[in-house]
Structures are given as structure tokens and as C-alpha cells.
């Protein structure tokens, strides 16, 4: 592995980490000085900073951690023991002086036979009654959650993906094509699974009403096409911690007009004229994080999608946050160009 991708300066803007975080699919940075650790830059600072609504052209020194836990090579066997005691996912393995000499990623030490995750009583509901007409014509033959990703279905990498958190409670809920989908499952006894049938087709969000006496407290949703490289056990507890009633994981998108942008006054009269300019926005990934009284905001027996749940929760004034990651964490297959590059990502 080549280390200097992961290095950055700490006179970089908090943008430009933004752009490599992506490159490198991983979630953290080592900000150096002449090879040497200065600090640590990671995808939850540039969260927190996202949303404070602060400016992302800054130093990212504004933000780093300027004391980073880092270890020698004599300590290279307890890597991913201190990994997991201090919620880290890499570790900068540097010498006496500091000099940065490798990173260490917990998922590339973690071989999975260790101490399982204790099961949490947090349902997961994945909706996946759709028909995937985007996909179409490969929908017309095998409905969108079985379609294979290397040799596995996305609804099941969603569900393995979970499964290795500890979230072994699912609700699946199904319309198109259901009997393919129930047939698939077998018993497994890594997870607790039902199915939810919807008799005519309710929309992103419509079915949840289907689960009001099932669910008592947060539960996660997930559309049944994408996938997002995220800690679920630190995601729930932001969500409880600042008492949200929906957060919605967003991901960090840039846009580059290839045009150059006239704005016009009141008479007609040009502005401003921005040449190829750039937007960062915050787009919905499709996965929430729910409190089950907001069910009572759905109506019952129509179709009803999460934008207009989300906005009725607005309306109302429930608190509804979002949890920016890095686009490069997630993967959507909404379309064959996407699941094409999600295949390519996954590396099968």
C-alpha cells in the first residue's frame, strides 16, 4: 500500500481532504510535515464541521486532531485491540521520531473470528417492494434486491453489512416479485427475519405503517439498492443524542457546471458571470435512522414516499438532522452505470 496517498498538509483546504478522503475510499488522513505526524484528519471531523455550516475552504488545521494515537512497530500486535478500545478505524504506524512509516485500517486486521458484537434489539427494515424500473430489463426477470453483486445480492450485503454491527433484527418489506424474494432466504440463525407484504405498492416510506405494532423505539430504513460504509452503533447514538425524530445520512456531492453562470438583476441586466463554477451539496444516500412515533405522520393504504414523510415532520416541528459521510461510502445501484462502479468498489 502506498502510504503518501493518505498524507496531506496542514494548509489544505477542509475541500480539498474532502476530495482525497474520497480518492482513497478510507476515513482518515494523516496530516504530515516533512514526513513526520502532525495530525490526524478523519471523516467525523469533517462531519461535525459540515454541520456547523462552517466554510469548507479553511486549513483543515483549524479542524485535525493535532494528538493522534499512533504506534511503533513493537506495538504493531496490539493495533487492532487499541483500535477497538478507542472507536479508531486506522492507526498511523510511525518510529522513534515520528517519521510515518505505514497506516494500519482495522478492517484489514479484523479477520472476523474474533468476539461477535452483542445482538441489539434495533430493528432493520430494508424496503424492497419496488420494481427497479431503472434497471429494467434485468428487473423484469429477478426483482431488484436478489440482483447479484460479484455472488451475492445487495440485500444481503446490506443485511451482512448490519449483521457485523450487531442489528440482527429485519424487516424486508416486499411487493413485486415477492415469492422470489421469500424464497431465497433459508433459515440463518445470524439473524431474525420478516417479511412485510404490501398488496399494492405503498411507496419509500408508505409500508412503515404496516410495522406500528412491531417497532417500539429507533429503527433503521434502508432502500434495498444501496449500500453505505458507516459505523451503525456511532450512527444511532448520534441520532439519540441529539433526540432527532429522522436522521438522514447524506453524502457530500460536488458538482462542476461546465458553463459559465450568468445571474440577472430585476431589468434583464447581467450580474455576475461565474465561469465553470463548482456546488457542494448534501444529498439523502437512502438510509435513515427513524423513531417509531413518527408513523403516525403516514397515511394508511396509499402511497407515501420518505421526502414527504420528512417534510411533514418538518412541518410539525419534529427534529429531523442529517449525518454527512463521504460520498465514496456510498454505493448506489439505482443504475447500471452505478452498479457497475459498485461492483468495481466492492472488488468482485
Same mark, same amino acid.
Given at each position: =500500500? ?9 494548509? #489544505? ?36 464541521? *459540515? ?12 479542524? =485535525?486532531?493535532?494528538? /493522534? ?6 506495538? #504493531? ?51 424492497? @417492494?419496488?420494481? @427497479? ?9 429477478? $426483482? ?8 451475492? /445480492? ?8 448490519? *449483521? +457485523?454491527? @450487531? ?33 399494492? $405498492? ?74 465553470? /463554477? ?28 420518505? /421526502? ?12 429531523? @438532522? ?5 460520498? +465514496?461510502?456510498?454505493?448506489? =445501484? ?11 468498489? =466492492?472488488?468482485?
Amino acid at each position: =500500500m502506498d502510504v503518501q496517498k493518505f498524507f496531506i498538509s496542514p494548509d #489544505v483546504s477542509i475541500r480539498e481532504a474532502i476530495r482525497q478522503l474520497d480518492e482513497t475510499a478510507k476515513k482518515l488522513l494523516l496530516v504530515v510535515e516533512g514526513d513526520k505526524l502532525a495530525g490526524v484528519i478523519t471523516d467525523g471531523d469533517i462531519r461535525r464541521w *459540515i454541520l456547523k455550516n462552517q466554510d469548507l475552504s479553511v486549513a483543515i488545521n483549524c479542524i =485535525m486532531n493535532s494528538s /493522534p494515537i499512533s504506534i511503533t512497530k513493537a506495538e #504493531v500486535g496490539q493495533a487492532l485491540t487499541i483500535m477497538k478500545e478507542k472507536g479508531i478505524e486506522g492507526l498511523p504506524l510511525v518510529d522513534e521520531n515520528k517519521q510515518v512509516l505505514d497506516i494500519l485500517f482495522w478492517n484489514e486486521l479484523d479477520s472476523g473470528d474474533g468476539e461477535k458484537s452483542p445482538k441489539k434489539e434495533i430493528p432493520v427494515v430494508i424496503m424492497a @417492494g419496488g420494481k @427497479g424500473s431503472r434497471l429494467y430489463p434485468y428487473t423484469k426477470i429477478i $426483482p431488484k434486491p436478489l440482483i447479484p453483486i460479484g455472488d451475492t /445480492p445487495i440485500v444481503e450485503r446490506i443485511m451482512n453489512q448490519m *449483521i +457485523s454491527y @450487531g442489528f440482527t433484527d429485519f424487516y424486508l418489506t416486499v411487493n413485486y416479485r415477492k415469492e422470489l424474494i421469500k424464497a431465497y432466504f433459508n433459515d440463518d440463525n445470524r439473524y431474525h427475519l420478516n417479511f412485510v407484504e404490501e398488496k399494492e $405498492p405503498l411507496g419509500t416510506a408508505g409500508a412503515l405503517t404496516l410495522l406500528k405494532d412491531k417497532i417500539t423505539g429507533s429503527f433503521f430504513v434502508s432502500n434495498c439498492d444501496i449500500l453505505v460504509d458507516v459505523n451503525y452503533e456511532k450512527l444511532l447514538y448520534h441520532h439519540i443524542k441529539n433526540q432527532n425524530q429522522i436522521t438522514v445520512i447524506t453524502a457530500m456531492k460536488n458538482y462542476e457546471i461546465p458553463y459559465g453562470v450568468v445571474t440577472l438583476d430585476d431589468r434583464g441586466r447581467i450580474q455576475t458571470l461565474s465561469e465553470k /463554477p463548482n456546488y457542494e451539496l448534501l444529498v439523502s444516500t437512502g438510509l435513515y435512522v427513524l423513531e417509531r412515533n413518527v408513523l403516525d405522520h403516514i397515511p394508511e393504504g396509499i402511497p407515501f414516499n420518505m /421526502p414527504d414523510l420528512i417534510r411533514l415532520c418538518l412541518k410539525n416541528g419534529n427534529q429531523v @438532522g442529517a449525518y454527512p459521510v463521504m460520498d +465514496s461510502t456510498w454505493l448506489d =445501484m439505482g443504475e447500471f452505470s452505478e452498479m457497475k462502479k459498485m461492483a468495481e468498489r =466492492m472488488r468482485v
